[in-house]
Nanobody, 122 residues
Framework: QVQLVESGGGLVQAGGSLRLSCAAS????????RGWFRQAPGKEREFVAS????????LYADSARGRFTISRDNAKNTVYLQMNSLKPEDTAVYYC???????????????WGQGTQVTVSS
């Protein structure tokens, strides 16, 4: 099992930036893919971005492409989500996830963090 702990959420004005971090521990060798999802009140959890831990290839949702950047630090076993030009509609709880299969569906990821709140004010 992989344990994931997110940090970096908070309150920011529209147009501002935040960087989320997700530290992994446990059996991480098989966690080939690390992803970020978000869930706004009353909405389903949606894919934001993912990265292949070894290769570094990335995938983004249309809503994130061009504004968000996912990256990783292998030495720290940590994945990051740099979020720029934030909009009020980015307000959500952001979750880090780990899995062995690439994809944008939450079902592909077997390990999840507890989530961190991001609130963007207008």
């Amino acid at each position: 099992q992989v344990q994931l702990v997110e940090s970096g959420g908070g309150l920011v004005q529209a147009g501002g930036s935040l960087r989320l971090s997700c530290a992994a521990s446990g059996h991480t060798l098989s966690a080939y893919y690390r992803g970020w999802f978000r869930q706004a009140p009353g909405k389903e959890r949606e894919f934001v971005a993912s990265i292949h831990w070894n290769i570094g290839s990335t995938l983004y949702a249309d809503s994130a492409r061009g504004r968000f950047t996912i990256s990783r630090d292998n030495a720290k076993n940590t994945v990051y989500l740099q979020m720029n030009s934030l909009k009020p509609e980015d307000t959500a709880v952001y979750y880090c996830a780990a899995g062995v299969i690439a994809g944008t569906s939450a079902g592909f990821y077997g390990s999840w963090g507890q989530g961190t709140q991001v609130t963007v004010s207008s």
